[in-house]
């Protein structure tokens, strides 16, 4: 098959456009370390230490934090730096309407993953954006078909969790009210926090081409959008 046919319906990581982007210092330690992971020659040393210890060989990551902080962004340039396709899954088009239709949807989605895996030159990335709705508590009390139907949504995505080889990201808003399973799953968790005075210095600066350093830090500490 030509490489075009393989990597169909993927977004291609050579068509990501380059953004610079602009972290506290925290979070960029932690996404520098992750986009050297996740090079191919670490990360299949990653994935034979993790076979050697007898654990799984997949990697799940999350990116939590408050909305438009960069964490979809982020995918996407580590997508970009690393050379790994992504292969993108909408959470509402998964909860299908239909009772049952939503667990084969996940089952599909993994089986449609694990053949990208196979056939790609280099292991794409399976990212979940928005992931709250599958991924906070479980509800307790499951009288309603709704609730009956996500956690069983949530069960079989635990399962998947656990099997998968690739590389899987998800972002989500929620800070706190992330399943515990879920949160088990993750080997590599980065917290996306609001910018400091600093970061916000940076933001303004690449925006306004001539402000002095000063001016920069001045509309940092005045202003918080």
Excluded at 86 to 115: C, D, H, L, P, T
Excluded at 175 to 196: G, Q, S
Aim: hydrophobic share 35%; net charge negative; with cysteine.
């Amino acid at each position: 098959e030509s490489d075009h046919n393989v990597r169909q319906g993927l977004i291609q990581y050579e068509n990501i456009i380059a953004k610079e982007m602009f972290y506290n210092d925290s979070e960029k330690k932690s996404i520098d370390a992750l986009c050297n992971m996740l090079q191919v020659d670490a990360f299949k040393e990653i994935q034979s230490r993790l076979a050697d210890n007898g654990m799984r060989k997949g990697f799940a990551c999350i990116f939590y934090g408050a909305p438009g902080t960069g964490k979809t962004e982020t995918v996407l340039q580590l997508a970009r730096l690393t050379g790994r396709d992504i292969m993108q899954v909408n959470i509402a088009s998964i909860k299908s309407k239909w009772v049952g239709g939503s667990e084969r949807n996940i089952k599909n989605i993994f089986n449609q993953y694990q053949q990208y895996c196979a056939k790609c030159e280099r292991t794409p990335i399976l990212f979940f954006n928005e992931a709250d709705a599958i991924i906070n508590k479980r509800s307790e009390n499951i009288e309603h078909s709704v609730d009956k139907m996500e956690n069983a949504m949530q069960n079989i995505l635990l399962e998947e969790l656990e099997k998968q080889e690739g590389i899987l990201i998800a972002t989500t808003n929620l800070t706190n009210n992330m399943d515990k399973a879920f949160e088990r799953r993750f080997l590599y968790k980065i917290e996306f926090k609001k910018p400091n005075t600093n970061t916000k210095a940076l933001l303004w600066q690449s925006m306004i081409k001539d402000l002095s350093e000063n001016d920069a830090q001045e509309l940092a500490k005045e202003y918080d959008f």
